[in-house]
Nanobody, 122 residues
Framework: QVQLVESGGGLVQPGGSLRLACAAS????????LGWFRQAHGSEHDFVSA????????SYADSVKGRFTILRDNAKNTVYLQMSSLKPEDTAVYYC???????????????WGQGTQVTVSA
């Protein structure tokens, strides 16, 4: 059983940056692909980014490509989402997830964190 805890959310102005972190415990971190999803009020969980267990393969939603970067540190059992040039439409609860493969569908992920709120507003 893998436990995931997100941190780093908050309020930021448009054009600003935030770095989200997701710390894992209770499993073999290096065996899992890791993903970030987000849920805006009243919407579904939308794929944001994912990284393979090896850290080599990465995937990004078109809406964040070039602005967000996903990284993982297997020594610290942590995955990061570096977000820059933030826009109001990036406002959402951000969730990290651990799963079997780099995938854009949440059904490929077996473990989920509780989420961290990101609000982009002037």
């Amino acid at each position: 059983q893998v436990q995931l805890v997100e941190s780093g959310g908050g309020l930021v102005q448009p054009g600003g940056s935030l770095r989200l972190a997701c710390a894992a415990s209770g499993g073999t971190f290096g065996n899992y692909a890791l993903g970030w999803f987000r849920q805006a009020h009243g919407s579904e969980h939308d794929f944001v980014s994912a990284i393979a267990a090896s850290g080599i393969m990465k995937s990004y939603a078109d809406s964040v490509k070039g602005r967000f970067t996903i990284l993982r540190d297997n020594a610290k059992n942590t995955v990061y989402l570096q977000m820059s040039s933030l826009k109001p439409e990036d406002t959402a609860v951000y969730y990290c997830a651990a799963g079997r493969a780099v995938a854009r569908s949440g059904s490929w992920y077996d473990y989920w964190g509780q989420g961290t709120q990101v609000t982009v507003s002037a």
